[in-house]
């Protein structure tokens, strides 16, 4: 299916998600997750519309935003990061989802070259051993010790939901970390603004949205999984 038939019927969705939690539409944004995909269809993605784009692996985000050499676009970095690979990332890119520890931080921060970098906290709360992300207990000591990083900012948190299918269980999930989110904002931080929620996957954006996703990061329900 086209791209642009899958992306009609992920804004219905996410409107109707919308409705029932009374947001507006545009508070939702939708990148486009083109890890699985050729260049080719990471074009198509942009010819439909979609101007953030996701990958996890350096050398996929880096060959793709060759290809679609395009100003309009946003790149994510949406997986988990190795130390020694931040240097050949952080030029590439507008927002890393997948900050968790102090290290990488402080590797974020040197290679910055006087930007500001926009992270998001990963947040590990189902507390699956194979999740990456950080525990919890650590969020408010791990965003204190942030302040001195200057060319951080934290934009918001972001996590991933268990392998379940109980809805229940996902939806406390993202409340969890909408609660984080909401509790961090309060505070009135200059280096951790956090306003922004960044959950929900093809399995389960309507529910994150429904919770207050704010990006949802969408592969194999928008531009597949197969190429
Ligand atoms: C692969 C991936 C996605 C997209 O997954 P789909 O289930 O194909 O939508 C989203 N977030 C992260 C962190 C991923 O690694």
Redesign the pocket.
Same mark, same amino acid.
């Given at each position: 299916m086209k791209v642009s038939n899958k992306l009609d019927i992920i804004k219905k969705n996410i409107e109707k998600a919308c409705q029932v939690s009374d947001r507006p539409p545009e508070d939702v944004k939708i990148?486009a997750?083109t890890?699985?995909v050729s260049e080719k269809r990471a074009l198509e993605a942009v010819k439909s519309g979609l101007y953030h784009l996701?990958e996890?692996r350096p050398d996929g985000l880096i060959n793709k935003q060759e290809a679609i050499n395009d100003k309009r676009v946003s790149w994510h970095f949406?997986?988990s990061l190795q130390s020694r690979k931040v240097k050949d990332v952080i030029p590439h890119i507008d927002f890393l989802?997948?900050l968790d520890r102090m290290s990488l931080a402080e590797e974020v921060n040197k290679r910055a070259e006087g930007r500001i970098v926009k992270c998001f906290i990963q947040v590990n709360i189902s507390g699956e051993e194979s999740k990456h992300g950080l525990p919890e207990e650590e969020l408010m000591s791990f965003i204190k010790s942030l302040k001195s990083l200057e060319q951080i900012q934290i934009v918001g948190l972001?996590t =991933?939901a268990p392998h379940t299918h109980n809805e229940k269980i996902i939806r406390q999930t993202f409340r969890r970390l909408k609660t984080w989110q909401t509790h961090i904002s309060e505070q009135g931080l200059n280096h951790a603004p956090c306003q922004e929620l960044s959950m929900g =996957?093809?399995?389960d954006?309507g529910l994150a949205v429904e919770e207050g996703a704010t990006f949802v990061?969408?592969?194999?329900?928008?531009v597949g999984?197969d190429q």
């Amino acid at each position: 299916m086209k791209v642009s038939n899958k992306l009609d019927i992920i804004k219905k969705n996410i409107e109707k998600a919308c409705q029932v939690s009374d947001r507006p539409p545009e508070d939702v944004k939708i990148v486009a997750v083109t890890k699985y995909v050729s260049e080719k269809r990471a074009l198509e993605a942009v010819k439909s519309g979609l101007y953030h784009l996701g990958e996890n692996r350096p050398d996929g985000l880096i060959n793709k935003q060759e290809a679609i050499n395009d100003k309009r676009v946003s790149w994510h970095f949406i997986g988990s990061l190795q130390s020694r690979k931040v240097k050949d990332v952080i030029p590439h890119i507008d927002f890393l989802h997948s900050l968790d520890r102090m290290s990488l931080a402080e590797e974020v921060n040197k290679r910055a070259e006087g930007r500001i970098v926009k992270c998001f906290i990963q947040v590990n709360i189902s507390g699956e051993e194979s999740k990456h992300g950080l525990p919890e207990e650590e969020l408010m000591s791990f965003i204190k010790s942030l302040k001195s990083l200057e060319q951080i900012q934290i934009v918001g948190l972001m996590t =991933m939901a268990p392998h379940t299918h109980n809805e229940k269980i996902i939806r406390q999930t993202f409340r969890r970390l909408k609660t984080w989110q909401t509790h961090i904002s309060e505070q009135g931080l200059n280096h951790a603004p956090c306003q922004e929620l960044s959950m929900g =996957m093809s399995n389960d954006y309507g529910l994150a949205v429904e919770e207050g996703a704010t990006f949802v990061r969408i592969g194999s329900a928008l531009v597949g999984n197969d190429q």
